[in-house]
């Protein structure tokens, strides 16, 4: 399929086409046509499907559709759960207009206030926005969601993680003559989306996206068995300095993205960090550098990578695994996008083999063992194989008496 064929306007068929996009990906395929139709969508998928685009071209469409008649407030509302995420966003969206006249904005938290006047002072189509920040200018009355037509909430459940359940319900609330939502979400399971859903969505059409074999097997994943902490701090040491070209790593916590970076420092392996609560100019200036390729390593946890757009990738690397699936396939998600091949490396202890069976059940697909010789485990693998299976009746009662058996003799 092309995206001439999903009906787009010329304009926004130009831009993609001078994005580098070939053909629509399966999300954009599912959603665009059914979001052109007005209906609201509830959407499972991670970031690097090419989720983006499949909200806002449809929102784009509409609004050249039906074209403003006076000047006023933003018609289109894009909720992101972070800064970083809701900067790309409104990136692409400046992109997909470019051969438009729409007018696109963004504010987020840690920006000053004045560039936020300025942002909302214009008759912006689309506005992307964090929640906070958004719900402080609608109770200081600087901005006006009363004309939104169409929601969009990018990455639902990273703002129900995050705690934003209620701030976006009073945002939506506000938004209350709007005809259409999208939502969009890593996963659709547990029952916080579900009822987040719920609250927003009217009789939404769910689409997920199952990924094409050949979009699922671009990114190779393996897992290397380390001993100890200073086992996988060789290993990766290792792997950065004879495997990677970029590389995105992820770490637990504050307190082990300072530990990593001092160790990386004095191996003389040059990284940039990302970790929450960073001033924004820092954040910024971070992730400059590591997208220019100047420092092609960037050190992260969770909070804090959330949702960059980096492309070309050429490797995640789980330092420490994370606590649930969805966060692992989110992390991998940046390696391996639209097209592009990627691996997802994981330093695992003994401790980690319970996640990293998740994680392979989560994505129907095994994570392989690999060795480097020189840094060979001294422990073993630990076992963690299949589900015990049910035992029939009639195979109970034949162990029973082979038991019994071999006890007689
Ligand atoms: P997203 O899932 O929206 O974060 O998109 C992941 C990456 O894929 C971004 O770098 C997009 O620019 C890119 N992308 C989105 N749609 C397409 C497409 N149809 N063809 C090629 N690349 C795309």
């Keep these: ?32 046509p059914h979001a052109m139709d007005g209906r609201d969508i509830l959407a499972s998928a991670p970031t690097g499907t090419g989720k983006t685009a499949a909200f806002l071209l449809p929102a784009c469409q509409f609004l050249l559709d039906y074209p403003r008649k006076q000047p006023g407030a933003t018609r289109i509302l894009v909720l992101t759960p972070t800064r970083e995420l809701a900067l790309q966003v409104f990136e692409q969206a400046k992109a997909i207009t ?97 009822n987040f859903a719920n609250d927003i969505l009217n009789n939404p059409e769910v689409v997920e996206a199952n990924p094409s074999r050949k979009e699922k097997n671009k990114i190779h994943q393996w897992y290397h068995l380390a001993d100890d902490l200073a086992h996988k701090q060789a ?34 392996v040059p990284v940039c960090w990302l970790q929450g609560e960073m001033p924004q100019d820092k954040r910024n200036a971070a992730l400059a550098r590591f997208k220019s390729g100047d420092v092609p390593i960037l050190l992260a946890t969770d909070v804090a990578a959330r949702g960059i757009d980096v492309p070309d990738v050429s490797h995640v690397i789980n330092f420490d695994m994370p606590r649930k699936a969805d966060v692992y396939v989110h992390r991998i998600g940046r390696t391996g996008r639209a097209g592009a091949k990627g691996t997802a490396i994981s330093l695992v202890e003994a401790h980690d083999f319970e996640m990293v069976a998740k994680a392979a059940r989560y994505m129907d697909e095994p994570l392989k063992a690999r060795v480097i010789a020189e840094l060979r485990p001294k422990n073993k693998t630990p076992k963690i194989g299949p589900r015990k299976k049910k035992v029939k009746a009639k195979d109970k009662t034949k162990a029973r008496s082979k038991a019994k058996v071999k006890k007689r003799k």
């Excluded at 092309?2 to 954009?28: K, N, R, W």
């Excluded at 970029?246 to 970076?261: N, S």
């Design 98 to 194: 470019k051969h438009t006249n729409l007018v696109c904005g963004v504010i987020t938290g840690g920006i000053n206030y004045g560039t936020d006047k300025e942002t909302l002072s214009q008759n912006l189509d689309i506005l992307v926005a964090t929640p906070g920040r958004l719900l402080e200018h609608i109770e200081k009355e600087t901005a006006d969601c009363r004309d939104i037509e169409c929601l969009i909430l990018d990455e639902a459940d990273r703002m129900l993680d995050m705690g934003f359940s209620t701030v976006v319900n009073q945002i939506a609330t506000e938004a209350r003559w709007r005809k259409q939502n999208l939502l969009f979400s890593a996963t659709l399971e547990g029952a916080g989306v579900r």
């Design 1 to 32: 399929m092309t995206f001439e064929e999903l009906e787009l306007d010329d304009a926004l068929c130009h831009a993609v086409a001078e994005m580098g996009y070939e053909t629509p990906t399966s999300i954009q395929e599912l959603v665009i």
């Design 235 to 268: 290993l990766l040491v290792h792997i950065l300095k004879e495997q990677v070209t970029t590389a995105v790593v992820f770490v637990k916590t504050r307190e082990r993205l300072q530990m990593l970076k001092d160790f990386l420092a004095s191996k003389e």
